[in-house]
């Protein structure tokens, strides 16, 4: 009887995922494993929000697991430890992973290469599991990634993706085998109250109902901030609940400029990927320096505090930032203005608001949080590194009559139409009984300051 393991890492799926697929082939017997790693949580990354999502995600792979006639094996302890555990208790002469693209999935892959193999165990590493197409698939010439996301997309969408695997009928797993009791989908109080359910059955299902409803409009709507027509899929893509390179498949195979415009969006993904797999460091460090001396924790605390509170007084920017803390997830139209009003508008380092961010984004990830928070802050790829944001402009077009802001911003509920946008301009009894604040700054000032500061460095 021969065995293998599949670590399960940011892959938590059975459909479309190439590790499993390979194990099944190689043994009789798989042991479909996740480890509970301490250094997770030491890095901070399990926030209430994700390890929700995440107990959803390993509750239902473990049921889908069962209708094949296995289960998932949940252990907790150093991930090497568990493994080199797991494959020694059951005889596994093999062990399948997902390449991973962070700085901690590459230690980690190391650390299991070199004890596996002391144990005479193999370890297989599967590409393009977490990206649709493996970071480093496609460079330019002279240099080891793309800088430019058009580029990267034009590069990338003449790739040939690989064909979606099938979810297996059966898992056969030794009773060797032990581990934790099954994942409990418990939400504790800390969590956000209006988060989405995790898992791979719930992420197929959002997709198809989405794809029946929306993707076709997708290409217009995905801005309307009050409509809320995207596919809000993102914290199943970044638990690899649902595969990015099935996605493409299947909106390419719908066809249409809506599916294409999704098809991209997925692509600003993998570009970001394809990034800090060779520029690690951009997790932390400016990608490209504009010299900026940005004010922090302690210079700006008032407005950071104003600004993570959704209190600033600017309606566009504090709708987004209760929607952030109400349902661990923000429409992308309000990140932009969210995060452009903290590192411009108020020229606080853009890490602050990361950090933020991570705390409470249910998709929140290293490469794409810091990736997009450096292509608003201008340090980034963006093309247009000075460009400032204006949350009423932004609101006006995005949010016409108001619906997003009121939504979010309770006392503004009364506001009609547009005019929710710019409190400041009501009538001064009006305003009085509003009880929503001043706004913290002057856009004119923000910008001043801002263009100030990045004209005295070139
Ligand atoms: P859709 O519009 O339906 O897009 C489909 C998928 O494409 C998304 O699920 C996502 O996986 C991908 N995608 C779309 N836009 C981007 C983008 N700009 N960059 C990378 N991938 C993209 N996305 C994250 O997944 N995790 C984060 O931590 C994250 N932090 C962000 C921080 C800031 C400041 C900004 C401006 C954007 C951030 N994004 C992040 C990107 C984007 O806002 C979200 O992916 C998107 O809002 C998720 O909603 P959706 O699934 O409905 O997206």
Known sequence: MTVAVVLFTSDLRLHDHPPLHAAL??????????VHDPAVHAAGFDVPNRAAFLADCLAD????LRERGGRLVVRSGP??????????????AEVHLAAGITGFAQRREERLRKE????????HVHDDVITALAPGRVTPNGSDHFAVFTAYYRRWSRERLREPLPAPDTVRVPAAATGEEPPSRARPADVSPGLAAGGETAGRERFADWARTDLAGYADSHDDLAGDATSRLSPYLHFGALSPAELVHRARTRG?????????QLCWRDFHHQLLAVRPEASRQDYRSRGDQWRGEDEAAEDITAWREGRTGYPMVDAGMRQLRHEGWMHNRARLVTASFLTKTLYVDWRVGARHFLRHLVDGDVVNNQMNWQWVAGTGTDSRPHRVLNPVLQGRRYDPDGTYVR???????DVEGGAVHEPWRLPDDRRAALRYPEPVIGLGEGLA???EARGRQR
């Open 25 to 34: 082939r190689a043994a009789d017997e798989v042991v479909p494993l996740f």
């Open 407 to 413: 939504r979010w911003v309770p006392e503004l509920a």
């Open 449 to 451: 300051r801002f263009r």
């Open 116 to 123: 596996l193999s002391a144990d005479g165990v193999a370890l």
């Open 256 to 264: 249409g400029a809506g599916s294409e415009a999704f098809v991209r």
């Open 79 to 92: 991930v090497a430890r568990e493994v080199r555990a797991v494959a020694a208790a059951c005889g596994a």
């Open 61 to 64: 792979l473990d049921a889908s």
